[in-house]
């Protein structure tokens, strides 16, 4: 019985490890590692996608760790902010309302840099890639973070 469960383990294993070896980068999975833009494999998913030259994936690459930087200037404001008003402070509205205005002005600000790196992104990719890319992105909304599918899959 030890030997037969044994042998069913080690062949459950071989067969993940040979699925696994079998896809392409980023396909299958779960959770972020699967696809997801400028996150985790993006790019290694993009290249793959996509068939980017290796000028392409250099300027993809430096938009990436611009993105980067400029998510860290940025910042995420003072998310505790909220949570430390007083309602019965005598200025809690006033504080709300510079806290409201704060989180919209961070929201435009998101709005305009991600326009800014689509624009860029366009500029880079051929009207085929792109097609392609604007392709991906709807199916990873609809599916989730965690991937995209071919036309096959579906």
């Given at each position: 019985?030890?030997?037969?469960?044994?042998?069913?383990?080690?062949?459950?294993?071989?067969?993940?490890?040979?699925?696994?070896?079998?896809?392409?980068?980023?396909?299958?999975?779960?959770?972020?590692?699967?696809?997801?833009?400028?996150?985790?494999?993006?790019?290694?998913?993009?290249?793959?996608a996509l068939d980017l030259t290796t000028e392409q994936k250099a300027q993809i690459q430096a938009l990436?760790?611009?993105?980067?930087?400029?998510?860290?200037?940025r910042g995420l404001g003072n998310p505790a902010a909220l949570s430390q008003l007083d309602p019965s402070?005598?200025?809690?509205?006033?504080?709300?309302?510079?806290?409201?205005?704060?989180?919209?002005?961070?929201?435009?600000?998101?709005?305009?840099?991600?326009?800014?790196?689509?624009?860029?992104?366009?500029?880079?990719?051929?009207?085929?890639?792109?097609?392609?890319?604007?392709?991906?992105?709807?199916?990873?909304?609809?599916?989730?973070?965690?991937?995209?599918?071919?036309?096959?899959?579906?």
């Amino acid at each position: 019985m030890k030997a037969k469960c044994k042998a069913l383990i080690g062949a459950g294993l071989i067969s993940m490890a040979a699925s696994a070896m079998a896809m392409g980068p980023g396909q299958g999975g779960c959770g972020k590692g699967g696809g997801g833009g400028f996150q985790g494999r993006g790019l290694e998913m993009m290249e793959y996608a996509l068939d980017l030259t290796t000028e392409q994936k250099a300027q993809i690459q430096a938009l990436r760790d611009e993105h980067a930087a400029a998510r860290g200037e940025r910042g995420l404001g003072n998310p505790a902010a909220l949570s430390q008003l007083d309602p019965s402070a005598a200025d809690y509205q006033t504080q709300l309302d510079a806290l409201a205005a704060q989180a919209a002005d961070s929201a435009k600000q998101r709005v305009y840099f991600h326009a800014e790196m689509q624009a860029k992104m366009r500029e880079i990719l051929t009207p085929e890639q792109l097609e392609k890319w604007q392709d991906m992105k709807s199916r990873m909304g609809k599916r989730g973070r965690g991937g995209w599918r071919s036309e096959a899959d579906e």
